[in-house]
């Protein structure tokens, strides 16, 4: 294809005309690996510091950009940086993507053989390399600390920098060590990255680390293409099943909280015809590795997790994050909804919330406190976490707003467009208060000594063993909401406890008991809200809008030629191209390998390696929808 010659010589020179304006050629760079036309807020900032070598802590949300910030320095400066990691497949990933980029760099791991290990040593020694990433417990290793003199390594990325502080919700001792790289590079910058945004946590990585007058930049945590919903569990695998729907054929990561009901759901989803699996770390290592690789690959559509899963799957077309259950702190939320999205479309994070999930950490948290497992301060900095989270599920206003203000920002417009609360989707129960009177007095019926399960069977008026044994049909209460669907019954329960006018022991056998507000409740001083899931969601607007003139069908075609190039190349589909750059092809058609270029993420290697077969791809399409 001479087109394809002719954009790389212009592009030489482009190169030789303006060597020495810095931004150009750091715009210059991004362009030629990465195929980006512009710069992220903050990034510029970011890339500044350490091509001037001066200490940072860049704060960004997950999604927000963070490896370009070290990436790109080192190809301007042409120089070789050290990225300290803390997972092997993160390592992995980010290698391969930058290498199908044309970007020289390596990973030293102990999931290397002895070869593989010599070879990328011995790739860094020959300064081939601009990125060096290396697992922090062989950082201080004698054997990567000569690698490191030999290079006169100048400046070192510590990425989730977070796990270094016990105050975040990831602290990985072998962080620690991390203190002594200023002493032993003196001459080194040290730049610090995380999504992790409680002030405690940045000040303690700062200390930690000995960051000198660093430069610290906050980004936006708000993430404006991500919907936002929570909508009370009242029948988990209905919901589960109901948001799917909305998702049919696009990729799905469903947190669920056991191990066991990661493998129902993927179960009951297969049973409806969707391609789902498991994922938890009780697998062998190869299931495990064919659920993550099918999943990258994009022969896999959903795959129902415990939180082991996701650390590293950076499939950036995730249209949809489900949580079954409340995780445990705003951190662990914004991490996991974080990675849907990421490719700056919209998609949805849908929170399937009851009370009882806090209890259930309350509990957890009690017991590990009991038996010496955490200190008094952890235990302290966890139920903190949990009062948050907690509080977003639970209320009533902007999720939107309410994320962004626990990360410490403001957020300006009065109505989000993009969370069940603005988009007013929250149906209340009718005749909520009379309801909650019927359940309290229930409770106060059975003299407070009994659990949710019983109560509500009292309630419906049901025939079962243990109303028989206590003679609970005689109760004035027995039938008074007969008719009532169980589950149904038993969110409201669960969202009394939510708003304080009913309380649940600890315990193996939790009890329901009544407080002063209940009684207010009864005697009619207090009226409480009950909510329920709207029967059907929609897709949003924004979300339609992102469709506007793309050619679904090529859209997919070319979905396919993705999927066929990562196998042959055995690298995870986004890495090829992200949807956004598919569905601006399958929007504008480019026709030459000058529109081509001007496509979101096509640089150099890309344009070579793919620009042909995308082409011709788009070609094809043209010319059948032309014939017809
Ligand atoms: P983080 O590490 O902060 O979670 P990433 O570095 O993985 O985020 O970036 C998230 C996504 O944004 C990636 O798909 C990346 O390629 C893309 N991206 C980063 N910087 C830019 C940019 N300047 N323009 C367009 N896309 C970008
Ligand atoms: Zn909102």
Redesign the pocket.
């Known amino acids: 294809m001479s087109d394809l010659l002719s954009a790389t010589t212009l592009q030489h020179q482009l190169n030789g005309s303006e060597p020495d304006r810095s931004d150009e050629r750091l715009l210059q760079t991004?362009k030629n690996y990465?195929g980006?036309?512009?710069?992220?807020p903050l990034?510029e900032e970011a890339i500044a510091a350490e091509l001037s070598h001066r200490d940072s802590l860049v704060v960004?949300?997950?999604?927000?950009?963070?490896?370009?910030?070290y990436q790109a320095p080192p190809a301007v400066a042409g120089r070789t940086d050290i990225v300290v990691s803390p997972l092997i497949s993160l390592m992995k990933d980010?290698v391969d993507?930058l290498l199908q980029c044309g970007y020289p760099a390596a990973a030293l791991h102990s999931g290397l053989t002895p070869n593989e290990l010599r070879s990328a040593e011995g790739q860094a020694a020959e300064g081939r390399l601009r990125l060096l990433f290396v697992a922090p417990e062989r950082l201080l290793s004698s054997r990567f600390l000569e690698l490191a003199a030999r290079l006169e390594v100048r400046a070192f990325a510590i990425?989730e920098a977070h796990c270094i502080s016990h105050w975040g919700h990831d602290f990985r001792p072998e962080y620690r060590q991390l203190a002594q790289l200023k002493e032993r590079f003196p001459d080194a910058s040290v730049h610090a990255?995380t999504?992790t945004a409680t002030e405690r946590v940045r000040t303690d990585i700062v200390n930690q680390l000995g960051l000198e007058e660093p430069t610290v930049l906050v980004g936006t945590f708000d993430r404006p293409n991500l919907v936002y919903r929570v909508l009370p569990r009242v029948d988990r695998l209905q919901q589960i099943a109901d948001v799917i729907d909305r998702h049919a054929g696009e990729a799905v990561i469903v947190y669920c909280i056991s191990r066991k009901e990661t493998e129902q759901t993927a179960a009951m989803l297969r049973a409806r015809g969707v391609g789902a699996a498991h994922y938890h770390a009780g697998m062998d290592r190869e299931a495990r590795r064919s659920t993550q690789e099918t999943f990258a690959d994009e022969t896999l559509d959903v795959v129902t997790a415990t939180v082991a899963f996701g650390m590293g799957i950076?499939r950036?077309d995730v249209r949809c994050v489900v949580h079954s259950a409340m995780p445990k702190s705003i951190e662990h939320y914004q991490q996991e909804t974080?990675r849907a999205g990421?490719?700056?479309l919209p998609a949805e994070c849908v929170l399937l919330y009851s009370a009882a999930d806090v209890l259930r950490w309350q509990s957890l948290v009690e017991r590990s406190a009991s038996q010496g497992e955490v200190s008094a301060e952890a235990k302290a900095a966890t139920s903190e976490l949990l009062i948050h989270m907690r509080r977003y599920a639970s209320s009533m206003s902007c999720r939107h707003r309410t994320l962004s203000e626990y990360f410490g920002q403001a957020y300006e417009a009065s109505s989000c467009g993009a969370c069940d609360v603005c988009l007013e989707e929250v149906e209340g129960v009718a005749d909520a208060t009379s309801a909650a009177q019927k359940i309290l007095s229930c409770v106060a019926r059975v003299e407070q000594r009994f659990g949710a399960t019983h109560v509500t069977s009292i309630l419906l008026g049901a025939d079962t063993e243990a109303v028989r044994r206590w003679d609970h049909q005689q109760l004035s209460t027995w039938g008074l909401l007969e008719g009532e669907d169980r589950k149904r019954l038993t969110s409201m329960i669960y969202q009394l406890i939510d708003q304080g006018v009913l309380e649940r022991t600890a315990g193996e056998r939790p009890i329901l008991k009544l407080n002063e507000a209940s009684w207010q409740v009864m005697r009619g001083e207090l009226s409480v809200r009950l909510v329920m899931p709207k029967a059907k969601l929609r897709r949003t607007k924004a979300d339609k809008e992102s469709w506007d003139g793309v050619d679904r069908g090529l859209f997919e075609n070319l979905r396919e030629l993705r999927r066929d190039i990562a196998l042959e190349r055995g690298v995870p589909a986004?890495v090829v191209f992200?949807d956004?750059s598919l569905r601006q092809m399958a929007r504008e058609l480019p026709s030459t390998v000058t529109e081509f270029l001007q496509i979101?993420?096509v640089g150099q290697q890309k344009l070579a390696d793919f620009g042909e077969r995308f082409l011709e791809r788009i070609a094809e399409c043209r010319q059948r929808s032309g014939a017809s």
């Open positions: 991004v990465w980006f036309s512009e710069l992220r990034q960004l949300p997950t999604g927000g950009g963070k490896s370009l910030c980010q993507g990425d990255y999504a950076d950036s974080g990421r490719d700056g986004y992200g956004e979101h993420g």
